[in-house]
């Protein structure tokens, strides 16, 4: 029978040199333009499936946390009043900490499960799930 010392050894030779790399996850950018009294999200679509969630709910978010009405139409956002493109970053940055990173390991990599009548988000990475507001 080998040692505790040989089989650490042993282990280690097989381990690769770098376990794991992860890169920072960055939200990704808002790209806005104003007409008028209106603001149009050119790239919502992307977004929204950048981080692997449905353009409806970021959509209701986006405009209930910004306190505006507005409507969605073939991959873009039109909302009533002048926002600038920080502003509606923000949001997004803010939407996306609550409702796609792994609050145990950061990972972007999440789903939402049902459960009941209770929205969860699960983590592919780690397997964590933590409640969320619907």
Do not use: W
Request: hydrophobic share 35%.
């Amino acid at each position: 029978m080998r040692s505790y010392e040989e089989l650490l050894e042993k282990a280690l030779k097989e381990l690769p040199a770098e376990v794991v790399k992860r890169d920072r996850f960055e939200s990704p950018k808002v790209s806005a333009q104003r007409e008028g009294s209106r603001t149009i999200i050119k790239n919502f679509s992307q977004i929204a499936k950048s981080i692997n969630r449905k353009e409806n709910h970021l959509f209701k978010y986006i405009i209930k946390s910004m306190g505006t009405a507005g409507f969605l139409e073939s991959g873009r956002v039109v909302l009533q009043g002048k926002f600038n493109e920080e502003e509606i970053q923000k949001e997004v940055d803010n939407y996306v900490r609550e409702y796609v990173l792994c609050k145990e390991c950061g990972a972007p990599d999440t789903e939402f499960v049902r459960e009941e009548r209770v929205l969860f988000v699960r983590c592919l990475a780690c397997g964590a799930r933590h409640s969320v507001r619907s």
